[in-house]
């Protein structure tokens, strides 16, 4: 199937310092791109990878799992340490879980993580439900656009495969047992008020990491998709404080191509 227009991968080729973004689960890299492409206008190589099942239907979806979609951003998080001598690993919802478990599993090799509402657990009931109903049931209600700001949509599936759901919740439960091994500098940036990821989720991930450098930002203004939301360019501006704070060079590189 075609990959729907603006559902495309994004590759920037910049400095030393590389940053792979990991999107969310029915979604794709259009609720990156304006924070991959802030990134890249400030000098920094960025990796959006799009995972296996996504940005076509949700039909291709149904036959993909976590080990698919972690598959993507394990290779691409190698190709950009062959590149750069510095990586960092973010994502949203979904795409926090998959760089949380990129930084578990390889250490020293992620220099940072940055989430935006990451995800932990499929909530409610339906979630213990979800083993027996995926051979029932086909698809729920879609998840996609949550978004506070007028006019803004997320590029997603109106649809989310039951077996796919599954899948993810299986992958949660791996990474909340992997989180302790989590010891980088770690950027927590959550919305109060998301009608997805409920605020529990980003507690429990800062209560179970071993980061000892933690730093928590609340988006007021935003919704869950905060990367397409009010405060999008709080969330572009405190990632590249955060990674300048930890690579120094930068911030050289920012003022150079950046303006």
């Given amino acids: 199937m075609p990959v729907l227009p603006g559902a495309e991968p994004f590759r920037h080729q910049g400095g030393e310092v590389g940053v792979l973004l990991c999107h969310g689960f029915t979604g794709c890299p259009q609720s990156l791109r304006p924070w991959a492409e802030y990134l890249a206008g400030r000098g920094l190589t960025v990796s959006l990878p799009l995972l296996p099942g996504h940005g076509t239907r949700w039909e291709d979806m149904a036959i993909t799992g976590w080990q698919d979609w972690y598959a993507e951003v394990d290779r691409e998080l190698r190709v950009l ?55 029932l049931v086909r698809t729920a209600k879609g998840i996609a656009s949550d978004i506070a700001k007028e006019g803004a949509a997320e590029l997603g599936y109106d649809r989310v495969p039951l077996h796919a759901a599954h899948s993810l919740r299986l992958f949660f439960r791996l990474v909340d ?43 007021e203004q935003s919704y869950h998709v905060a990367t397409l939301d009010h405060d999008a360019d709080r969330i572009f501006e405190e990632s590249l404080a955060f990674v300048a704070r930890l690579a120094p060079s930068v911030g050289k590189e920012g003022t150079a191509q950046g303006g």
Wanted: with cysteine; proline share 7%.
């Fill in 177 to 219: 047992g992997e989180l302790p091994q989590v010891t980088q500098p770690l950027l927590v940036l959550r919305s109060p008020e998301d009608h997805v990821v409920p605020p529990a989720d980003s507690a429990r991930i800062l209560s179970r990491v071993s980061s000892v450098d933690v730093t928590e930002v609340l988006l």
């Fill in 81 to 135: 340490r062959e590149r750069c001598a510095h990586v960092f690993v973010a994502g949203l919802s979904l795409g926090g879980a998959l760089a949380l478990r990129l930084a578990a599993r390889h250490g020293d090799a992620v220099d940072g993580i940055m989430v935006v509402n990451p995800a932990n657990k499929v909530h409610g009931l339906s979630a213990h439900a979800l083993p027996v109903a995926r051979h």
